[in-house]
Nanobody, 118 residues
Framework: QVQLVESGGGLVQAGGSLRLSCAAS????????MGWFRQAPGKERELVAA???????YYVDSVKGRFTISRDNAKTTVYLQMNSLKPEDTAVYFC????????????WGQGTQVTVSS
């Protein structure tokens, strides 16, 4: 079992930055791929970025060059650095853990709200 707790969301103006953190507890964090998803009102949840245990990374096209996913296995924490934020980045962001970078994901956090004002 893995427990995930996100933090770092908030309200920011367009062009600003936020860093999300996801603290993991439980077994074998280093063996899991970690992902950041987001879900905007009325839209499906989408995978934004993911990282394997060996730090191979994936990004959805809409965030490439703006977002960076990283992990600190010693701290059992995964981060999402978000720069040049746009209003369309507004969503609830979820952290997830699973055996493979592109899913399926077995464990989920509760989510953190990110709101980007224009």
């Amino acid at each position: 079992q893995v427990q995930l707790v996100e933090s770092g969301g908030g309200l920011v103006q367009a062009g600003g930055s936020l860093r999300l953190s996801c603290a993991a507890s439980g077994r074998a964090f280093t063996t899991y791929a970690m992902g950041w998803f987001r879900q905007a009102p009325g839209k499906e949840r989408e995978l934004v970025a993911a990282i394997t245990w060996s730090s191979v990374r994936y990004y959805v096209d809409s965030v490439k060059g703006r977002f960076t996913i990283s992990r600190d296995n010693a701290k059992t924490t995964v981060y999402l650095q978000m720069n040049s934020l746009k209003p369309e980045d507004t969503a609830v962001y979820f952290c997830a853990a699973g055996p493979k970078m592109l899913g399926p994901f077995d464990y989920w956090g509760q989510g953190t709200q990110v709101t980007v004002s224009s």
